[in-house]
C-alpha cells in the first residue's frame, strides 16, 4: 500500500524531539497571542532511535473506487495524533508501518471511507518499550447510524404580549447533534473521524419533511441535543418508539441511545417547543476581596423532586473571568440554581460530560445542593431575566446564597 507518511522526524530512525528537549508526553505548550511573535523557542535535539509499528488491516470491504484507508496513531494519555497514514485500499496489500515512534503507550485505528458510509476498526493499545511493535492486527467494522424526524410544537397559553407568536424556524436553520456520553470508553475514537472523515460524523440537518439522520456512528451510547435558532425554542423531549403497542415512548434524553456496532436506529422523534426563557447573570464572592474558582459552573436544576429524570430541565453552563454566565432555550417552570466548583478529577476530562448524564443518584443529589444553596427562579414562558446575581463561598467556608 502506498501511504503518504505524515509523522514529524528529525532524522531518519530517530524519535522526534518536542520543546524544549524532550518527548511528546513530556512536551511543554507554547503560547502564541493574536498579533505576537513568541520568541526563543530553542529546541535541544534529544538522539534517540525510534522504533516501528507495524501490523495489518482486515475486513469484509465490498470494493468501489474511491475506498481511502486512513490510518491513526494518537497517544493513550491524551489522545493526540502521533502519525497517520492514507492510501489505496486493495485486496492485495493491507498492511501499514509507522516509523522512528518513540517509546510510550499509543492507540491504532483504521478507518476507510466508501462514499458515504465508513468502516471503523476498534482502537487497539500498544506499548513501545525498547523494541519494534508488529503484527497489530485491525479489522474494519461497519458504523451505525440514528434517523428520525424533528417536529414542532405551538407555545402553550402564552401571552402574545410577552410571547409573540412566530412562523417555526426553517428546518436547515436546526442541527441534530449526536455525542457520545464517554461512559466506559477510554478513547473517543469518534474524536478521529472527525478530524479525517471528508463528511460530518456527528451531526444531521433535518430535510424539507424534518427528516434527520446522523451517520456513520462507531459503537456506544449517544445523547442527542439540537443547536436552535434565536431564543424562543427548546427541546421538550426526545423519543424512542415504544417496545410494544400499549407501551409509551421510551424517553431518549434520559438514558441516551445505546448504539451497537453497524446499527441503524429510526424513528427518534426530537420534539422542539416554542415559548423558551433565558436566564443570565455574574457570580460573585461572598467575601469582599476573594476571587472566584477557576473551575466554577452553574447549575440551573429543576425544583421538583419528580422532575429528577428530566434530564432536558438539567443546564450547566461555565463561569468567564468577570464572573458572568447565561442560558438559553430552557423550558418554563421552577428551578433552582446552584454556583458549584467542578472537581479537578472531571474538569481535567477532555470530553466534558455534563452532570446530568450521570444517572439518577448524581442528578438528585445536585437537586438537593441546590435546594441547600437555595436561589429558587421562577421562570415563565419567553421570560428574560437578566442580572442575576449569585453569591458564592467555598464549601469549607460556605455561607447561604443570597440572591
Not at 500500500?1 to 509523522?7: E, K, P, V
Not at 427541546?235 to 407501551?247: D, K, V, Y
Not at 427518534?268 to 459552573?297: D, F, M, Q, W, Y
Amino acid at each position: 500500500m502506498n501511504f503518504l507518511m505524515q509523522s514529524v522526524e528529525g532524522y531518519d530512525n530517530d524519535a522526534p524531539t518536542y520543546y524544549p528537549s524532550a518527548t511528546r508526553d513530556t512536551a511543554l505548550e507554547v503560547a502564541v497571542r493574536s498579533g505576537e511573535v513568541a520568541s526563543g523557542i530553542d529546541i535541544r535535539f534529544r538522539e534517540g532511535r525510534g522504533h516501528a509499528i507495524s501490523g495489518e488491516v482486515s475486513g469484509k470491504v465490498p470494493q468501489t473506487a474511491d475506498s481511502g484507508l486512513a490510518v491513526i496513531l494518537t497517544q493513550a494519555s491524551t489522545g493526540g495524533v502521533q502519525s497517520f497514514s492514507i492510501g489505496l485500499f486493495s485486496d492485495t496489500e493491507r498492511s501499514f508501518q509507522f516509523d522512528s515512534v518513540p517509546d510510550g503507550q499509543y492507540d491504532v485505528v483504521a478507518m476507510l471511507g466508501q462514499g458515504d458510509d465508513t468502516l471503523l476498526s476498534r482502537p487497539r493499545r500498544v506499548e513501545v518499550k525498547g523494541t519494534d511493535v508488529t503484527g497489530v492486527q485491525l479489522e474494519l467494522g461497519p458504523l451505525g447510524s440514528i434517523a428520525g424526524r424533528l417536529v414542532f410544537e405551538k407555545a402553550l397559553a402564552a401571552d402574545t404580549r410577552v410571547c409573540p407568536p412566530r412562523s417555526n424556524p426553517l428546518n436547515g436553520e436546526i442541527v441534530i447533534l449526536a455525542k457520545l456520553d464517554g461512559k466506559g470508553k477510554e478513547v473517543p475514537t469518534s474524536v478521529l473521524a472527525v478530524n479525517f472523515s471528508p463528511s460530518q460524523m456527528l451531526d444531521g440537518v433535518p430535510d424539507e419533511k424534518g427528516e434527520f439522520k446522523i451517520r456513520p456512528l462507531e459503537t456506544g451510547r449517544y445523547r442527542l441535543h439540537a443547536d436552535l435558532p434565536g431564543e424562543t425554542s427548546f427541546i421538550r423531549a426526545i423519543t424512542l418508539p415504544p417496545s410494544s403497542q400499549a407501551a409509551k415512548p421510551i424517553d431518549a434524553a434520559r438514558n441516551g441511545i445505546d448504539l451497537k456496532p453497524g446499527e441503524r436506529i429510526a424513528g427518534v422523534t426530537v420534539s422542539v417547543a416554542e415559548g423558551a426563557a433565558a436566564i443570565s447573570g455574574r457570580v460573585v464572592p461572598s467575601k469582599t476581596g476573594a476571587s472566584l474558582p477557576s473551575n466554577l459552573l452553574v447549575h440551573l436544576v429543576p425544583a421538583e423532586k419528580e422532575a429528577d429524570d428530566e434530564v432536558l430541565r438539567f443546564f450547566e453552563a461555565p463561569v468567564d473571568r468577570e464572573g458572568a454566565f447565561s442560558f438559553k432555550h430552557i423550558a418554563p417552570g421552577r428551578y433552582f440554581l446552584l454556583a458549584k466548583e467542578e472537581p479537578e478529577s472531571e474538569s481535567n476530562v477532555r470530553d466534558h460530560q455534563p452532570e446530568a448524564w450521570r444517572g439518577t443518584t448524581r442528578r438528585a443529589k445536585l437537586r438537593r445542593d441546590a435546594e441547600t444553596f437555595n436561589v429558587p427562579i421562577q421562570l415563565s414562558q419567553c421570560q428574560r431575566v437578566t442580572s442575576q446575581v449569585l453569591r458564592y463561598a467555598p464549601p469549607q467556608s460556605a455561607i447561604t446564597p443570597r440572591q
